[in-house]
């Protein structure tokens, strides 16, 4: 956090970006986008796009949110968890918020099934959001009242056919 990307060969840091040493740069969430890119989230810039050589700003929408985790499901979408909400991002067009005004804090895929559809941590619960061609983005939103701990979802994971929730309170 501050220091930007190390890389660690040989017991040693190394700087990969921000090339300049005095740059700060609050990287906050980094995935491998295949083996082309590593996608680069920071606290206050944005998304950036990592080719081994240099970094570019991956999203003009996603300018100045803090992007904290990103993943892709089996189609090619990418989704991306940011202070502002969820944000898709399909290929050959621009982002789109689907799920707005929430602190998302992890997305992950669930590969398990033949749908596309992510597990969301946020401050406000836990989502679930599928992509029906028909209808768009399906949100569904569990809290409290349908039995989660507290409202304050950091984590999740999903294993084989169980969802692991991380929240303040178990």
Excluded: Y
């Excluded at 921000?18 to 295949?34: F, H, M, T, W």
């Excluded at 929430?102 to 590969?111: Q, Y």
């Excluded at 569990?142 to 303040?168: C, K, R």
């Amino acid at each position: 956090f501050g220091r930007g990307v190390q890389r660690f060969d040989n017991s040693s840091p190394q700087l990969i970006w921000p090339l300049n040493a005095g740059e700060q740069r609050k990287v906050i969430g980094l995935s491998a986008d295949g083996d082309e890119r590593l996608l680069i989230g920071t606290a206050s810039d944005g998304m950036f796009a990592f080719d081994g050589t240099q970094a570019k700003t991956a999203f003009d929408k996603l300018k100045g949110v803090p992007v904290r985790a990103m993943t892709r499901t089996n189609d090619g979408t990418l989704w991306v968890a940011t202070g502002r909400g969820l944000s898709i991002c399909k290929q050959g067009s621009e982002c789109s918020v689907v799920a707005a005004r929430l602190d998302v804090r992890t997305v992950t895929a669930n590969h398990n099934i033949n749908q596309i559809e992510v597990w969301c941590a946020t401050g406000g619960g836990l989502l679930k959001v599928r992509l029906d061609e028909t209808f768009g983005p399906i949100i569904s939103q569990l809290d409290v009242e349908q039995g989660l701990p507290s409202q304050n979802v950091f984590a999740v994971l999903p294993q084989n056919d169980q969802l692991l929730i991380a929240t303040n309170r178990g």
